[in-house]
């Protein structure tokens, strides 16, 4: 297959950021859908899933699915690790407080105007409106930092702080798993 121009990209891109808006307004995260995140978390990790808000549930219970399909009949991955980082690759965002209209305000903002994203979210660590651009941005490793204290496996912590191949670009090293995650969170 060829590869994408640039111009493709960022049509796929559009497109993606359209569905996620759309299912962020429509799609609703279900009585299946939590039986399915209860049946591969534990009572603490449960408990910081539900501070999701729920189209960020429901975004993760999607990728997470979309995961296990990804390694369907593949016996050399653990069915429970790979449920595990879909559901809890955003955990991160509980300490957003974003509803998706404001989410959308941050997407357009990093696409338009990067610069001036990168500006606020890199400075806004302590700063009582701009936090949120900080924790949109770096939401893995926020995420990361959460789990650690509810003794998470560094693996686990690991993939999760550099899932966004945007600020973590890929390298040789890069284990599967965080490329799997990556294709799965990517394409919803
Ligand atoms: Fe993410
Ligand atoms: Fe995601």
């Not at 924790?135 to 930092?145: F, L, Y």
């Amino acid at each position: 297959m060829l590869p994408l121009s640039d111009g493709q990209l960022m049509l796929a891109n559009i497109w993606t950021r359209l569905k996620q808006f759309y299912c962020g307004m429509f799609c609703r995260y279900t009585k299946a859908d939590k039986a399915f995140a209860g049946s591969y978390l534990n009572i603490q990790e449960m408990a910081l899933f539900n501070q999701l808000p729920g189209f960020e549930k429901k975004h993760s219970v999607v990728v997470a699915r979309k995961m296990l399909e990804a390694i369907h009949g593949k016996h050399e991955f653990d069915e429970r690790k790979m449920a595990k980082l879909g559901l809890l690759h955003d955990i991160g965002k509980v300490l957003e407080h974003n509803s998706i209209f404001t989410k959308s305000v941050l997407v357009i903002m990093r696409f338009f105007f990067p610069g001036l994203y990168d500006r606020l979210a890199d400075g806004g660590e302590n700063h009582p409106i701009f936090k949120r651009f900080y924790i949109h941005k770096h939401h893995g490793e926020v995420g990361a930092r959460l789990l650690e204290k509810i003794g998470e496996t560094s693996e686990i912590l690991s993939i999760i702080a550099k899932h966004d191949p945007r600020h973590n670009p890929f390298g040789p090293e890069t284990p599967i798993e965080q490329k799997i995650l990556n294709e799965a969170d990517s394409t919803y």
